[in-house]
Structure formats: structure tokens, C-alpha cells
């Protein structure tokens, strides 16, 4: 992933080459609190136009901060052209209630009009206010499938 960021502003919008045989997308090792983990996760998720199945596991670290760019990052970008047409699954691990992942969690709701389950797998770390919080703003996002099914776990 590290190879798309030659800097956060220069992170290109699309790959070069269409992706149109990619149908399951696995990325592990992630930090939203990273630009560059963010950035590169946005990029590959909302390329591949026929994109079926998103799987993605957190790398939660309490300690690491979080800049102010990533946290506002997915607001900056203009993301109208993104359509995840074909997208029916995503599963997330190893989630916190960190803002990037909501606004990623938020973006794939609103742009996935076939989207039958959101899994989300909490870290147990993460404080039980903290995940009521977080459950109660995350099942409140519009969705551009009303068949979208939010499904949390706990470890």
C-alpha cells in the first residue's frame, strides 16, 4: 500500500489500470490514523468498478495519534464519482471509534447501493461507552441500500 503514497496530496483519485476482474479486496495492517493507510485503502476500495466482497482488518493502537489531515481527510476529497456498484459485503476488524473509520464506514454506506451486510468486528479494547457511542452514530448513517444490514461483534 505504501507504494501509491509519494505524499498525501499526490495520492492519485484512480489507478491506471481499471480493475474490472477484481471482485474481493483483502487488506490487513491498516491505520486510519495513517494518511497513507487511508489514502491507499480509499484508493483501492473505490477503483475496481465490479468490487463484490471488502474485507479489512484494523490495526488498532490506542497510543497512535491521530493527525488533524487524516482526520478530516475523507471530507477534503471530493469522492461525487465513486459508485461501489457491485459491492454486496464488507467486513471490518479490529474496529475502533476512530473519527477516519466512521467517515470511511459513512462513504461506503452512502456509495454502495447493493450492500446486504456491514460487519464490523470491535477491538476489544475499545471502552464499552465508546462502542455505544460509536453503534448509535454508525447505524444512523443513510445508506444508499435500504437492504444495508449493520452487523456488530464483539471478540
Known amino acids: 500500500m ?16 481499471s480493475l474490472v ?11 486510519f ?16 468498478p465490479n468490487i463484490d466482497t471488502i474485507v479489512l482488518e ?13 482526520m478530516n481527510l475523507i471530507d477534503q476529497q471530493d469522492y461525487s464519482y465513486v459508485v461501489l456498484a457491485h459491492l454486496r459485503v464488507i467486513t471490518i476488524t ?10 470511511f464506514v459513512k462513504l461506503v ?12 468486528v470491535i477491538d476489544k479494547r475499545v471502552d464499552i461507552n465508546s ?7 454508525l447505524v444512523r448513517y443513510p445508506r444508499a441500500s435500504a437492504k444495508a444490514e449493520i452487523r456488530f461483534e464483539r471478540p
Open 2 to 17: 505504501k507504494c501509491f503514497a509519494t505524499g498525501v496530496m499526490l495520492m492519485p483519485q484512480k489507478l491506471p489500470t
Open 94 to 103: 479490529n474496529f475502533s471509534n476512530m473519527k477516519t473509520g466512521l467517515d
Open 131 to 137: 462502542e455505544v457511542k460509536m453503534l448509535k452514530e
Open 58 to 70: 484494523m490495526q488498532y493502537n490506542p497510543n497512535e495519534a491521530m493527525s488533524q489531515t487524516a
Open 33 to 48: 490514523a495513517r494518511e497513507t493507510d487511508l489514502l491507499s485503502a480509499l484508493l483501492l476500495v473505490t477503483s475496481p
Open 21 to 31: 476482474h477484481l471482485k474481493y479486496l483483502c487488506l490487513t495492517g491498516l491505520s
Open 109 to 120: 454506506l452512502a456509495k454502495s447501493p447493493m450492500l446486504k451486510i456491514v460487519d464490523i
